[in-house]
């Protein structure tokens, strides 16, 4: 009798078991169980003040984090019926005063950069989204923003919008 129970409740056990699963991933990504394409479309650079460089830096940061992390391929530029597709629109590049010396003078300014993006999911709950993501990096203010805003939007700026994107899209953030 006792040995039929315990035969029982590990047949039991091990139906409940296998009908379970979670899937665990090292980046945190939470990809449908279909999807393998992404197309990251090229974001234009719409803002009134731009740098030449970003929107094509910022486009390929983003192919490669998603890439690189997931098991999703970026598919040509033209598909139309990728499983996930962001689109982008660079919306705001500027340079603000950041703190302010006791003599009304600038201490540290700040490079703002503002990026509109549409997330378009065509598996599972189809739920996407369309929003701004914006960061900024600050330098002194005795130095020309031209000397800074390659080494800022390369450190800090673009890998910033980039990881928020990503945890938007794939880590419900």
């Known amino acids: 009798m006792i040995k039929s129970i315990k035969v029982f409740i590990t047949i039991a056990l091990l139906a409940v078991?296998?009908?379970c699963?979670?899937?665990y991933s090292t980046t945190g990504a939470s990809i449908e169980q279909g999807a393998s394409t992404v197309n990251v479309r090229?974001?234009?650079?719409r803002a009134p003040i731009n740098n030449p460089s970003l929107s094509q830096k910022l486009t390929q940061k983003l192919r490669d984090k998603i890439t690189s992390q997931?098991?999703?391929?970026?598919?040509?530029?033209?598909?139309?019926?990728?499983?996930?597709?962001?689109?982008g629109t660079i919306t705001g590049?500027?340079?603000?005063?950041?703190?302010?010396t006791n003599v009304d003078q600038a201490a540290t300014s700040r490079l703002n950069v503002t990026v509109n993006i549409t997330f378009i999911k065509r598996t599972g709950?189809?739920?996407?989204?369309?929003?701004?993501?914006?960061?900024?990096?600050?330098?002194?203010?005795?130095?020309?923003?031209?000397?800074?805003?390659?080494?800022?939007l390369d450190e800090n700026?673009?890998?910033?919008?980039?990881?928020?994107?990503?945890?938007?899209?794939?880590?419900?953030?």
């Open 157 to 173: 700026i673009i890998p910033g919008i980039t990881d928020d994107i990503f945890n938007r899209a794939f880590a419900n953030w």
């Open 93 to 100: 590049y500027s340079f603000s005063n950041a703190a302010v």
């Open 70 to 87: 997931t098991r999703l391929t970026q598919v040509n530029e033209n598909e139309t019926k990728a499983d996930y597709e962001f689109k």
């Open 17 to 19: 078991l296998s009908g």
């Open 21 to 23: 699963s979670v899937k």
């Open 42 to 45: 090229f974001i234009e650079n």
């Open 125 to 152: 709950d189809k739920k996407g989204f369309s929003q701004s993501f914006s960061r900024s990096a600050d330098f002194n203010a005795s130095q020309l923003p031209s000397t800074v805003e390659n080494r800022l």
